[in-house]
Structure formats: structure tokens, C-alpha cells
């Protein structure tokens, strides 16, 4: 079991921004020494799900891993009505959104789509993040059981970028998250933006979160309140389509997104 572990450590190594990488890189990466990783790869290799370079004898994906992820997408019908969701949701917000699903403790970030606004900061397909300093992740973190959290967050390297939150804080969070329905990354992610994000799950259990971002100096509070009225509609939409429990209840107790009464909202206050 240990030399599958190893193996998908290895894979996920590879992202959007790392499509290409030495063993010494690998070894460091996942702790193993270099002569191990040279066996691991040259193994997934020969197996296809990698690639090497005849020249600098890097390794990249290969043919097997995108014809499973292919087949993973063809039985995944979620992610593409939630991405043709998110793409709407950009075109009548004007800023970039992202489709992301849960891996371990990060937000893996699967499709991207640039809004229009001049000022935006864009993450591309392929990035990974800790999943609680995302808006997206925490709404995907609120899905999951209590003791789930706390193992994943347990389990879950140190990160001087994204330091990990307090057990509890992270709990109160959560908790907040469950009972209005989305969540926000106040600054959390990257500096200047600020962030709102729902989950959506289907009836086999698999989640994505749709998600907004926008810089904290841009869109005033009225709009960002209509933003988040946006991806409160596309839950509701995807929740009913696929017998989403969350969903059905929240809708059952939120039967409607209303607007902000005497042009004041607290529904983006941040946590």
C-alpha cells in the first residue's frame, strides 16, 4: 500500500503550474530519496501515466491520465452544468469565477473563466490551495463530517503562505457556512481580493464549488450582494436538477434569494 501511496503523491505533484518535473523534484516533494523516485516514475511510465522527455528526461502526464481523466468527465454531468453555471454567472458579473472540487486538505481548481473587469487576479486550472483559505474550499470542507475536517486539516502540510487556521476557529466557520448557505475568503486567498463560494454535490456524493472573486476596492457592497444572489440562484438550479439534500433543505428554509432591504445587506459580511 505504502508504493500506492507513493504513486499518487507522485501524480499530484503535477498541476496547471507544474507540468513538468525532475526526479530530484519528485523525491523532495513527497520524501523519498531519489533512486526510489527514479523507480516510482520510470514505473508510471511504463505504465502510461506519464510521459519523459528524451532530452531533459523530465516527466510530464501521460496518454493514460488524460484518458481517464476524459472518462471521469463523460460520467460527470455535475461539473458540466456547473460549469456552464459559472460561465453565466461571469458573463453577468463581469469577474472571474472558478469550478474547483475537493483533493485531501486543497481546493483543486479544474476550470477557469476571466471576467472582463480591468483589475483581477486569475488562478489557472491546475492550482491547488488549502482548501480553508478559499472561498470555495470552506463551502466544500462545510459538506463534510465534523471529524472528516479535523482529520484533513490535521493531516494537511504547513503552508507559510496560507498558515492553518485554529481547529476551532476553522469549526465556527463552518458552522457559519452550513447555516447561510455560502462562504467568504475576506483577503484569505490573495491579498486585495475577496471571494464568495457555494458546493453543490450530486447523488453519488461528488461535490464541486462554484465561486466569485473580485478586489476588495472594486464592486460596492450592493453588487456584491447581487453576486452572491447569483450563485445562490445557480444552487437552487443544480441542487434541484441532481436531489441535492443541502440544497433541497436549504431551499426548503430560503425558499427565494430576496434583495437587500433599504439598500443594506449583511449577507456579505465576512465571518
Same mark, same amino acid.
Given at each position: 500500500?505504502?508504493?500506492?501511496?507513493?504513486? /499518487?503523491?507522485?501524480?499530484?505533484?503535477?498541476?496547471?503550474?507544474?507540468?513538468?518535473? =525532475?526526479?530530484?523534484?519528485?523525491?523532495?516533494?513527497?520524501?523519498?530519496?531519489?533512486?526510489?523516485?527514479?523507480?516510482?516514475?520510470?514505473?508510471?511510465?511504463?505504465?502510461?501515466?506519464?510521459? *519523459?522527455?528524451?532530452?531533459?528526461?523530465?516527466?510530464?502526464?501521460?496518454?493514460?491520465?488524460?484518458?481517464?481523466?476524459?472518462?471521469?468527465?463523460?460520467?460527470?454531468?455535475?461539473?458540466?452544468?456547473? *460549469?456552464?453555471?459559472?460561465?453565466?454567472?461571469?458573463?453577468? &458579473?463581469?469577474?472571474?469565477?472558478?469550478?474547483?472540487?475537493?483533493?485531501?486538505?486543497?481546493?483543486?481548481?479544474?476550470?477557469?473563466? *476571466?471576467?472582463?473587469?480591468?483589475?483581477?487576479?486569475?488562478?489557472?486550472?491546475?492550482?491547488?490551495?488549502?482548501?480553508? =483559505?478559499?472561498?470555495?474550499?470552506?463551502?466544500?470542507?462545510?459538506?463534510?463530517?465534523?471529524?472528516?475536517?479535523?482529520?484533513?486539516?490535521?493531516?494537511?502540510?504547513?503552508?507559510?503562505?496560507?498558515?492553518?487556521?485554529?481547529?476551532?476557529?476553522?469549526?465556527?466557520?463552518?458552522?457559519?457556512?452550513?447555516?447561510?448557505?455560502? +462562504?467568504?475568503?475576506?483577503?484569505?486567498?490573495?491579498?486585495?481580493?475577496? +471571494?464568495?463560494?457555494?458546493?453543490?454535490?450530486?447523488?453519488?456524493?461528488?461535490?464541486?464549488?462554484?465561486?466569485?472573486?473580485?478586489?476588495?476596492?472594486?464592486?460596492?457592497?450592493?453588487?456584491?450582494?447581487?453576486?452572491?444572489? /447569483?450563485?445562490?440562484?445557480?444552487?437552487?438550479?443544480?441542487?434541484?436538477?441532481?436531489?441535492?439534500?443541502?440544497? *433541497?433543505?436549504?431551499?426548503? &428554509?430560503?425558499?427565494?434569494?430576496?434583495?437587500?432591504?433599504?439598500?443594506?445587506?449583511?449577507? /456579505?459580511?465576512?465571518?
Amino acid at each position: 500500500m505504502k508504493s500506492v501511496h507513493n504513486a /499518487m503523491a507522485a501524480l499530484r505533484c503535477f498541476s496547471g503550474q507544474t507540468r513538468e518535473l =525532475a526526479v530530484s523534484r519528485v523525491a523532495d516533494r513527497i520524501k523519498i530519496t531519489p533512486s526510489s523516485a527514479s523507480r516510482l516514475l520510470g514505473a508510471l511510465r511504463d505504465g502510461g501515466l506519464l510521459d *519523459q522527455d528524451p532530452v531533459t528526461r523530465r516527466y510530464r502526464p501521460g496518454r493514460l491520465a488524460l484518458v481517464l481523466g476524459g472518462l471521469y468527465q463523460a460520467h460527470t454531468k455535475l461539473r458540466d452544468l456547473a *460549469q456552464s453555471e459559472l460561465d453565466a454567472l461571469v458573463e453577468r &458579473s463581469g469577474h472571474t469565477g472558478y469550478l474547483s472540487l475537493l483533493d485531501g486538505g486543497d481546493l483543486l481548481v479544474i476550470h477557469t473563466r *476571466q471576467g472582463g473587469y480591468p483589475l483581477r487576479l486569475v488562478v489557472e486550472p491546475g492550482a491547488r490551495i488549502p482548501a480553508w =483559505a478559499t472561498a470555495g474550499g470552506k463551502a466544500l470542507l462545510a459538506r463534510l463530517p465534523d471529524p472528516e475536517i479535523r482529520e484533513r486539516l490535521r493531516r494537511a502540510p504547513r503552508n507559510s503562505q496560507w498558515p492553518t487556521p485554529s481547529p476551532r476557529g476553522l469549526q465556527d466557520e463552518i458552522a457559519r457556512i452550513r447555516a447561510r448557505g455560502h +462562504a467568504l475568503a475576506e483577503q484569505e486567498t490573495f491579498p486585495g481580493i475577496r +471571494a464568495v463560494g457555494i458546493a453543490v454535490a450530486d447523488g453519488e456524493g461528488r461535490a464541486f464549488a462554484l465561486s466569485l472573486s473580485f478586489p476588495v476596492a472594486g464592486p460596492d457592497r450592493k453588487a456584491q450582494d447581487r453576486f452572491l444572489g /447569483m450563485l445562490r440562484e445557480a444552487g437552487h438550479r443544480l441542487g434541484d436538477r441532481f436531489g441535492d439534500a443541502a440544497w *433541497q433543505a436549504y431551499t426548503a &428554509s430560503h425558499p427565494k434569494p430576496r434583495p437587500p432591504r433599504g439598500g443594506r445587506s449583511e449577507t /456579505m459580511e465576512a465571518p
